[in-house]
């Protein structure tokens, strides 16, 4: 039974207060090369540090098909809490992840999961190959558009107002998305060599805090692993401190698996 939970969990770990602030006037123009829009965009991913939210969680492998509410608190760089409560309140699974370490606990069954935060196991565990860096951006609604390993330049297209960047190469094609009011990326798409689909990742449901625009909905769909997630925000907050990141667990009677 653990085990089913912590890969569910694992997955969702992969897989993401309205301010008085007066309205940020648009900065990006259409007379803008792809590197210009590029850094406003990660200026903007940089502006938010610290977010605490609650909401609904839908998980969907072929190990594991489940949804409940989920508590998130994260404050870059090393810093996320997650709380996933199944049906009738029992709480499911609850996490740290840090850039040094991890640790899961599994309520039903009383077991916590210890590792460290290396690449090897955030690949073997968390069921992707991204760096922590990847996974707490995404759960704070934010795409760097460095996440690929192609070398190819950057091209830009316009579509209202909606800017592409695209990087094309022999073995990927990477593709982000912008909406140029939200100055977020709003799609990710991932594509093999042949043209399948790796990964797709969708943010909507913008509002702003704080004078940032952030997305309420994340989903995030690897068809060909079968893995699908989706994260609805129904509360946010960010940038406020200090935030506790505290594990509660039991102190008796818990099973611990390295």
């Avoid at 489940?66 to 810093?79: A, E, M, Q, T, Y």
């Avoid at 860096?133 to 760097?144: E, H, P, Q, V």
């Avoid at 909507?204 to 989903?219: V, W």
């Avoid at 690897?222 to 505290?246: G, H, K, V």
Wanted: glycine share 8%; aromatic share 10%.
């Amino acid at each position: 039974m653990w085990k089913t939970v912590l890969i569910g969990f694992c997955f969702a770990i992969i897989l993401l207060v309205n301010g008085c602030t007066p309205e940020r006037a648009n900065s990006i123009t259409k007379t803008m090369t792809p590197e210009e829009i590029i850094r406003i965009i990660e200026k903007r991913n940089a502006e938010i540090f610290a977010m605490r939210g609650f909401g609904q969680i839908s998980i969907d492998t072929p190990e594991l098909s489940n949804s409940g509410s989920i508590g998130v608190r994260l404050l870059k760089p090393d810093s996320l809490l997650v709380e996933i409560t199944g049906p009738f309140g029992v709480g499911v699974a609850k996490g740290i992840v840090t850039t040094s370490d991890f640790k899961f606990y599994n309520g039903i069954e009383n077991e916590l999961f210890l590792g460290s935060t290396i690449p090897k196991n955030v690949k073997s565990n968390l069921r992707m190959s991204n760096g922590f860096s990847d996974i707490i951006n995404l759960f704070a609604g934010c795409m760097s558009l460095k996440n690929h390993s192609s070398d190819a330049s950057p091209v830009g297209s316009w579509r209202g107002n909606e800017y592409t960047i695209l990087y094309a190469s022999k073995d990927e094609t990477v593709e982000y998305t912008i909406d140029t009011d939200y100055e977020s990326v709003v799609r990710y798409v991932k594509k093999d060599g042949k043209g399948e689909l790796i990964e797709e990742v969708k943010f909507k449901d913008f509002k702003r805090k704080s004078g940032i625009y952030i997305p309420y909905s994340i989903t995030v769909t690897r068809p060909q692993l079968e893995q699908t997630l989706a994260l609805f925000y129904e509360t946010l907050a960010i940038n406020e401190s200090p935030m506790d990141f505290t594990l509660k667990i039991p102190a008796r009677g818990i099973k611990v698996y390295l």
